[in-house]
Nanobody, 127 residues
Framework: QLQPVESGGGLVQPGGSLRLSCTAS????????IGWFRQAPGHVREGVAC????????QYLDSVKGRFLISRDNANNLVYLQMNSLKPEDAAVYYC????????????????????WGQGTQVTVSS
């Protein structure tokens, strides 16, 4: 299964938390990295966070630093996005994506570096 599968979206009040999960083939490979992206209506898609298998390389969108945490469970082929202190502006469809073949590269939030995309999961932040 090359296409990632996301889960964990939903409705949360401002200040609340959600954890998104993602799984797909080749997750446990040093040749690829995994990213989370989001797209809100009327906005361009933006990279939120990315991580390599080792976890040594991690990148975050500036607006989520200190609130979101990306992590991996390599034993179970999962990547998580823990989202805390959610704001209404975090509301979007969140996508998990697997990079192109990139051995030796740090992960990046540039969407053209990603080859396989999940269907997305909706995150709504509203009181």
């Amino acid at each position: 299964q090359l296409q990632p599968v996301e889960s964990g979206g939903g409705l949360v009040q401002p200040g609340g938390s959600l954890r998104l999960s993602c799984t797909a083939s080749e997750f446990n490979s040093d040749y690829f990295y995994i990213g989370w992206f989001r797209q809100a209506p009327g906005h361009v898609r933006e990279g939120v966070a990315c991580i390599k298998k080792s976890g040594r390389t991690i990148q975050y969108l500036d607006s989520v630093k200190g609130r979101f945490l990306i992590s991996r469970d390599n034993a179970n082929n999962l990547v998580y996005l823990q989202m805390n202190s959610l704001k209404p502006e975090d509301a979007a469809v969140y996508y998990c994506a697997r990079s192109r073949f990139r051995p030796g590269s740090d992960c990046t939030l540039k969407d053209y570096e990603y080859e396989y995309w999940g269907q997305g999961t909706q995150v709504t932040v509203s009181s």
